[in-house]
């Protein structure tokens, strides 16, 4: 349908495309990629979605510098892109680049401390580098959003229960808590048959 009918590629429909893209970009089928990327480009060339797509393909293709490079611009031209700010994110925590996906993440934070997905992400990096102490900083943060997810209860307690600092014994009778209140949390989920309770409250 796209290359017999052009004009079927709409600001309506290129979510589609846009779609189609990302599923080869991520099967490493760059020439449908590059296909799909194209054809959005011919109707929509100064697009900030064809730059983001751009730097995407470039991901796929194993170009990560070109595709750090594109981020980077477009971020510096728009700074409250946050779409790409954390597509940037994502690509540094692919390549093991951890310090720099914290520092890009923090910065974001400070003008953005609703954004409880972001504390999210912030918090899982922090526990990769085994800082205990700052991820669970960032979680508690996510709890004042979603108090009521088991899910999050369960991660606050885990991290208590891992931490080794002086107040040790406090944390775990704090992890006891949140343990138990997240295995509440997840009777009166399965009590009520709600499969959303698991999630995030928006």
Known sequence: MVTQHPKFITTETMYL???AFYVACEH???EWANF???AVKAQFPKSVKIMRMLAG???ASGDIV???DIYLDMIE???EDNQTIKRLVSLYRDMDMLSQAVTLLNKYLE????DFEAWSELGEIYLQKQNYSKALFCYEEVLTHANKNYFINLKVAEILYSTQRKDRIDDLVDARKYFSHAALL???GVELGNQEFGKEES
């Open 57 to 59: 393909f470039h991901e």
């Open 77 to 79: 031209r728009n700074p």
């Open 66 to 68: 070109k595709a750090q």
């Open 28 to 30: 490493q089928d760059l």
């Open 17 to 19: 495309l846009e779609e």
């Open 186 to 188: 997840y009777e009166q």
């Open 111 to 114: 003008c953005h401390q609703e």
């Open 36 to 38: 799909f990327l194209n």
